[in-house]
T-cell receptor, first 114, second 117 residues
C-alpha cells in the first residue's frame, strides 16, 4: 500500500538549534517527493521537491532534504531554526503514473522556543 | 506566478443549505485541480480530482452527490457542499496541477473554512 509516515507528531526546538523532520514512504512507482509548510489557517507552501538527480535538494527558507532510496526516506533539515519557522510540515509523495496525485503524511507540528 | 485563490476564505451556513467554494488559477491554466479536506490537526485528505470539461473523479468513500465538483473552465473549479450538516464543517483546500517539464507539481489555494451550524 502507498503511504507516507511522519513519525513525529510534534517537535520543539530552541531558536538557533538545528532541525530534522523525518519522513518515510512506501510507494510502488518512482516517486516525486515534496515537503510543504502550512501556517495556521493557511494553505500549503512548497519548501522543496525531489524527482531525480542529486539526492540532496535545497529549498526555500534555508531548508534542505535528502532522498535515501535504500531507507525510503526524505528527511527535512535546517541548520538553524528561526521563530518564524513554527508551523505544520507535511511530507508528500506522488508520481507521474498517478497523474501527480499526492499522498500526504500526517504532519509534524514544529514549535520554536526562544 | 502560479497563484491559486479560493473564495470565500470563510463561510458559515445553516444545516441543510448548500454552499459553493470557488478555486481559481490566477495566472495560469489548469486542466486538473484537486480538492482536499483537512480536519483540525490532521493531514490533507484528497476528495476528488477535477478535470476541465469532464466529470470529476472521486476518491473512495467520498459522496459525489454531496460534494459536487464542476470544472467549467481552465481557470475555475467549484466545489458545492449540498445539504450541509455539521459534520461537513472542515477546512477545504484546492490545488492546481502543473507540468514543469519533468514532473507534476501542485499549487495550493489558501483554503476555505466551512462551519455548518
Amino acid at each position: 500500500a502507498q503511504s507516507v509516515t511522519q513519525p513525529d507528531i510534534h517537535i520543539t526546538v530552541s531558536e538557533g538549534a538545528s532541525l530534522e523532520l523525518r519522513c518515510n514512504y512506501s510507494y510502488g512507482a518512482t516517486p516525486y517527493l515534496f515537503w510543504y509548510v502550512q501556517s495556521p489557517g493557511q494553505g500549503l507552501q512548497l519548501l522543496l521537491k525531489y524527482f531525480s538527480g542529486d539526492t540532496l535538494v535545497q529549498g526555500i527558507k534555508g531548508f534542505e532534504a535528502e532522498f535515501k532510496r535504500s531507507q525510503s526516506s526524505f528527511n527535512l533539515r535546517k541548520p538553524s531554526v528561526h521563530w518564524s519557522d513554527a508551523a505544520e510540515y507535511f511530507c508528500a509523495v506522488g508520481s507521474y503514473n498517478q497523474g501527480g496525485k499526492l499522498i500526504f503524511g500526517q504532519g509534524t507540528e514544529l514549535s520554536v522556543k526562544p | 506566478g502560479a497563484v491559486v485563490s479560493q473564495h470565500p476564505s470563510w463561510v458559515i451556513c445553516k444545516s441543510g443549505t448548500s454552499v459553493k467554494i470557488e478555486c481559481r488559477s490566477l495566472d495560469f491554466q489548469a486542466t486538473t485541480m484537486f480538492w482536499y479536506r483537512q480536519f483540525p490537526k490532521q493531514s490533507l485528505m484528497l476528495m476528488a480530482t477535477s478535470n476541465e470539461g469532464s466529470k470529476a473523479t472521486y476518491e473512495q468513500g467520498v459522496e459525489k452527490d454531496k460534494f459536487l465538483i464542476n470544472h467549467a473552465s481552465l481557470t475555475l473549479s467549484t466545489l458545492t457542499v449540498t445539504s450541509a450538516h455539521p459534520e461537513d464543517s472542515s477546512f477545504y483546500i484546492c490545488s492546481a496541477r502543473v507540468w514543469t517539464g519533468n514532473s507534476y507539481e501542485q499549487y495550493f489555494g489558501p483554503g476555505t473554512r466551512l462551519t455548518v451550524t
